[in-house]
């Protein structure tokens, strides 16, 4: 219980450190503002999202007046849940891990290298190249679709290992003359069952016989509570993560040779690690509740004696707010 209490609330704060935002290296003036605030109208109907969420931020620092502030950081939300995301996953020729792969889109760099986390990228066609030291580049070309979150995409370098060869089968072997039969033993009085095994004729009555299913249904039980653990632990070290890239682009934008882009860059490492948080911090909530409701609720599918049917149930809950269960008693 105290478990998923805490997943809850890991969720709960995620949520509300997202409408918080990140500051910015510079204070705007109000003309600034204004110009921010129609450039990032144009380029939305562009579907240049990236460049929209730059001009946007730039509206809703605090400088700028509230109306526009107000209406820009509305408009944030928007964008980012418009944002594809995508993720590549980079493979030498013997199919190892890559992660020192320089990234070119539509002939302007991208990232210098992939540390596996999901990149924002404008909806529509566009053009990729990897490069990776001892390793000739790869282009590939990708059509992005808007609100299309963390797709995968995996990107070979060189010629894969070859297939194993597939073993010919051979001959059959030529069965031999079967062994003739001898004379059937003559039956003789069924020994009576003594010490160990199952006990002969129907159970006393009051005694039902235990039920298959409620073992394999504990089981899923165990393994979902596990995976919601993990899950759970994921969330709670990406929620750290976050937390601390944001409080370095907090940390660059106060540097004397702080650029828009080195703030811009740590302020979406910071988006990303918390949007992994939250989903990661959902799935352990929801995984931990159905497994303990699975496990509990088994407790009466494989149980010998059914003297009563008095009991506990734990019902998981699942709304658009979170996610948990509910405790209950059978009378």
Same mark, same amino acid.
């Not at 001959?171 to 003359?177: N, S």
């Not at 062994?179 to 033993?185: F, H, K, N, R």
């Not at 882009?261 to 302020?267: E, G, I, N, Q, T």
């Given at each position: 219980?105290?478990?998923?209490?805490?997943?809850?609330?890991? +969720?709960?704060?995620?949520?509300?450190?997202?409408?918080?935002?990140?500051?910015?290296?510079?204070?705007?003036?109000?003309?600034?503002?204004?110009?921010?605030?129609?450039?990032?109208?144009?380029?939305?109907?562009?579907?240049?999202?990236?460049? @929209? &969420?730059?001009?946007?931020?730039?509206?809703?620092?605090?400088?700028?007046?509230?109306?526009?502030?107000?209406?820009?950081?509305?408009?944030?939300?928007?964008?980012?849940?418009?944002?594809?995301?995508?993720?590549?996953?980079?493979?030498?020729?013997?199919?190892?891990?890559?992660?020192?792969?320089?990234?070119?889109?539509? $002939?302007?760099? /991208?990232?210098? &290298?992939?540390?596996?986390?999901?990149?924002?990228?404008?909806?529509?066609?566009?053009?990729?190249?990897? #490069?990776?030291?001892?390793?000739?580049?790869?282009? &590939?070309?990708?059509?992005?679709?808007?609100?299309?979150?963390?797709?995968? #995409?995996?990107?070979?370098?060189?010629?894969?290992?070859?297939?194993?060869?597939?073993?010919?089968?051979?001959?059959?072997?030529?069965?031999?003359?079967?062994?003739?039969? +001898?004379?059937?033993?003559?039956?003789?009085?069924?020994?009576?069952?003594?010490?160990?095994?199952?006990?002969?004729?129907?159970?006393?009555?009051?005694?039902?016989?235990?039920?298959?299913?409620?073992?394999?249904?504990?089981?899923?039980?165990?393994?979902?509570?596990?995976?919601?653990?993990?899950? $759970? $632990?994921?969330?709670?070290?990406?929620?750290?993560?976050?937390?601390?890239?944001?409080?370095?682009?907090?940390? %660059?934008?106060? @540097?004397?040779?702080?650029?828009?882009?080195?703030?811009?860059?740590?302020?979406?490492?910071?988006?990303?690690?918390?949007?992994?948080?939250? %989903?990661?911090?959902?799935?352990?909530?929801?995984?931990?509740?159905?497994?303990?409701?699975?496990?509990?609720?088994?407790?009466?599918?494989?149980?010998?004696?059914?003297?009563?049917?008095?009991?506990?149930?734990?019902?998981?809950?699942?709304?658009?707010?979170?996610? $948990?269960?509910? /405790?209950?008693?059978?009378?």
């Amino acid at each position: 219980m105290k478990l998923l209490s805490s997943f809850v609330s890991l +969720g709960v704060v995620a949520a509300l450190w997202t409408g918080a935002g990140v500051a910015r290296a510079a204070d705007p003036t109000t003309a600034d503002c204004l110009s921010a605030n129609d450039n990032s109208i144009a380029l939305r109907g562009q579907h240049k999202l990236r460049a @929209a &969420r730059a001009e946007l931020l730039i509206c809703a620092a605090q400088t700028c007046p509230a109306d526009i502030r107000t209406e820009c950081a509305r408009r944030v939300g928007e964008v980012n849940a418009s944002m594809p995301t995508i993720v590549f996953d980079a493979k030498d020729p013997s199919g190892n891990d890559l992660s020192a792969v320089k990234v070119t889109m539509d $002939g302007q760099p /991208l990232v210098e &290298r992939l540390e596996g986390t999901a990149l924002s990228i404008d909806p529509g066609e566009h053009a990729f190249v990897f #490069e990776s030291a001892g390793q000739a580049a790869v282009q &590939r070309t990708f059509v992005i679709r808007e609100g299309e979150k963390d797709r995968r #995409e995996r990107i070979n370098f060189g010629s894969g290992s070859p297939a194993a060869p597939v073993p010919v089968a051979g001959p059959a072997p030529v069965a031999g003359p079967a062994p003739m039969a +001898g004379p059937a033993p003559m039956a003789g009085p069924v020994p009576q069952q003594q010490g160990f095994g199952p006990p002969q004729g129907p159970p006393p009555p009051g005694v039902d016989q235990p039920k298959k299913g409620g073992s394999a249904k504990r089981t899923i039980g165990w393994v979902l509570t596990g995976v919601g653990v993990v899950a $759970g $632990g994921v969330g709670i070290y990406e929620g750290v993560t976050a937390l601390g890239k944001d409080q370095d682009s907090k940390d %660059a934008a106060k @540097a004397p040779d702080a650029t828009q882009a080195k703030v811009h860059s740590l302020h979406q490492d910071a988006l990303s690690a918390q949007t992994i948080a939250i %989903a990661c911090g959902s799935v352990g909530v929801v995984a931990v509740g159905v497994g303990l409701y699975m496990i509990l609720s088994s407790s009466g599918d494989s149980g010998s004696v059914q003297a009563s049917r008095k009991g506990f149930e734990v019902v998981p809950v699942v709304s658009t707010t979170g996610a $948990g269960f509910v /405790l209950g008693q059978n009378f």
